[in-house]
């Protein structure tokens, strides 16, 4: 892979974004080589007045066809847990610290995941950054090592982290810096778990976290 170019998004995302024009914008993307297998660049989706921004890893399958965050099996997890959680869907903006679906062969219809490398969220990292410079989120819920390790580095773990109250990270830059970040497992995690319910449960609890941060209805 050493001959593989990848200059990073920064040339392709628009000087002064809209969300409107970040989606336009990510589909022209070749800040890496994942947009080549991928159908669509997914960007993030929710109001540009969401006070919460969810932060996912990577656009699964189904969000790779319909060019949507958190439409298929995960997201169902997440509604359910946000609804559980006493968190206005509304009050939210979901998204993922890479926009294009990285995966390698196929299981029947449906295309493996296969997780995104460190190269591949920095080359990513300007589409986040210009997300939250348009909707300002009071609040960040980490969803999973990857999203938490996109702000911490290598040293995050997402099971010593979970359902703390965490400071934006100073060496991440943006206008206005949310106020707080939460960190919880990520909802497909849920789906692979044992204990289903017990994972569930744990997801809730982390959100209402935030819910309380957020000041309860939202
Ligand atoms: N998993 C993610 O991390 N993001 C999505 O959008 C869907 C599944
Ligand atoms: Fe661009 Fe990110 Fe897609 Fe790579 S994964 S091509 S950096 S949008």
Not at 153 to 179: C, H, K, Q, Y
């Amino acid at each position: 892979m050493a001959d593989v170019e990848r200059p990073g998004a920064q040339a392709w995302v628009p000087q002064r974004p809209s969300l409107r024009s970040l989606r336009a914008a990510v589909q022209e993307c070749r800040g890496c080589e994942l947009w080549a297998d991928a159908t669509h660049g997914v960007m993030g989706r929710g109001p540009r007045a969401a006070r919460v921004l969810l932060l996912g890893e990577q656009p699964g399958d189904r969000e790779d066809r319909e060019g949507e965050p958190f439409v298929g099996p995960a997201g169902a997890v997440l509604d359910r847990a946000l609804a559980e959680a006493g968190i206005d869907p509304g009050d939210t903006f979901r998204t993922n610290v890479v926009k294009h679906f990285r995966w390698r062969g196929t299981r029947g219809k449906q295309r493996i995941h296969r997780g995104p490398s460190r190269v591949h969220v920095a080359a990513c990292g300007p589409w986040l950054v210009a997300e939250l410079a348009v909707v300002r989120p009071v609040g960040v819920v980490l969803l999973g090592g990857t999203a938490g390790t996109s702000l911490y580095g290598t040293s995050f773990r997402v099971g010593e982290s979970r359902g703390r109250v965490l400071d934006w990270p100073t060496s991440f830059e943006t206008a206005r810096p949310p106020e707080w970040v939460v960190p919880t497992a990520h909802p497909s995690a849920v789906l692979r778990a044992d204990d289903r319910d017990a994972a569930r449960a744990a997801l809730v609890a982390d959100l209402r976290v935030a819910a309380d941060l957020l000041g309860g209805s939202g």
